[in-house]
């Protein structure tokens, strides 16, 4: 038998999330090791460095050419981050699984002071996303954001070297690493509240391979698909444009789902929230529902300010 090709990109991170989607499959199905071959592919997002994700076009730019690779049959699936993956897919591709999603919390390394709210005043925050810079500045306005692009250790780098005092990044992704040592605080998604999609992997493929969706279906976690089934209806209703700062996190309980949704203004000045409950079988209507209210609340000149 020929082995599942998987795609993925190369960052540790990336490669870790691969690897860990292998070892779910190898234990589900009782295959060998060599069932699998992980391949990995360079995307635009990981060549271009120098820029803003959101002045090179944000969402789709880490996934483009491994979506190529599984539309024309040269991969069978491949792995991603949730929070990368845009609203719309490729013709023919979908997502047909999602791991069981890890801590979705964001957490500070603080370098001058362990906390955000104890950072001192006037301090620098290197974060390139713009809902944590948001974030950041709704609570601590006197506080600077500059940019901190790369991979996990490129920023962890930046910060040690003095470019900032304090940095944010994803718990999720610091777990998968095992580099959980240099958090200095998790913080409240009630005040902080993440990425939509943030904490989960998911595993994207053709629609209608039933020889693909036959293997993934043991290692897919109902739960979190249903809250980001939720969660990327949210971020597809305000068409979510990588220049609007956006979070979103759905909870389930049961069957029950808790969404609590956020769009603010890129220097955190104005922003508003959308709670809702619901039935989790009706996961995207909540999210959608979530999204027109927070739209209309917001007015669409909330959207077009900035852009
Ligand atoms: N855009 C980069 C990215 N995409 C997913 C994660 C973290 C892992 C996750 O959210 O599952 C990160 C790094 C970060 O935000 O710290």
């Known amino acids: 038998m020929k082995p599942y090709r998987i795609g993925t990109r190369g960052s540790p991170l990336a490669l870790a999330q691969a690897h860990e989607t292998r070892d779910r499959l ?174 989960a992997i998911c595993i994207e493929a053709r629609l209608g391979d039933s020889r693909i969706a036959d293997l993934l279906a043991p290692i897919n976690h109902a739960p979190t698909f249903a809250a980001l089934t939720c969660e990327r209806a949210f971020l597809a209703t305000l068409d979510g444009s990588c220049r609007t700062p956006i979070a979103g996190l759905a909870r389930i309980d049961g069957d029950r789902m808790m969404f609590h949704g956020t769009v603010l203004t890129p220097d955190g000045s104005v922003s508003h929230e959308v709670r809702r409950q619901g039935h989790a079988a009706s996961a995207a209507e909540l999210g959608t529902s979530a999204g027109t209210e927070i739209r209309d609340a917001a007015g669409t000149a909330f959207f077009d300010s900035w852009i």
Do not use: C, W
């Open 26 to 199: 190898i234990e589900a199905h009782g295959l060998a090791e060599d069932a699998f071959e992980i391949v990995v592919l360079s995307t635009k997002g990981d060549r271009v460095t120098d820029r803003s994700l959101s002045e090179i076009g944000g969402k789709g730019l880490f996934t483009l050419e491994i979506e190529e690779q599984l539309s024309d049959g040269r991969l069978d699936f491949a792995v991603h981050s949730s929070k990368d993956m845009a609203t719309s897919l490729p013709d023919g591709l979908g997502i047909i699984a999602y791991l069981e999603r890890e801590d979705p919390r964001d957490a500070l390394i603080g370098r001058s002071a362990p906390r955000l709210l104890d950072l001192p005043a006037n301090a620098i925050v290197g974060t390139s996303s713009l809902r944590r810079q948001a974030l950041v500045r709704r609570l601590r306005p006197d506080i600077t954001v500059i940019g901190f692009r790369g991979q996990v250790e490129t920023r962890l780098r930046k910060l040690a070297d003095g470019q900032a005092d304090a940095t944010l990044l994803a718990h999720a992704g610091l777990l998968r690493l095992g580099n959980t040592a240099v958090i200095t605080e998790l913080l409240d998604p009630e005040s902080f509240p993440p990425a939509p999609g943030q904490g």
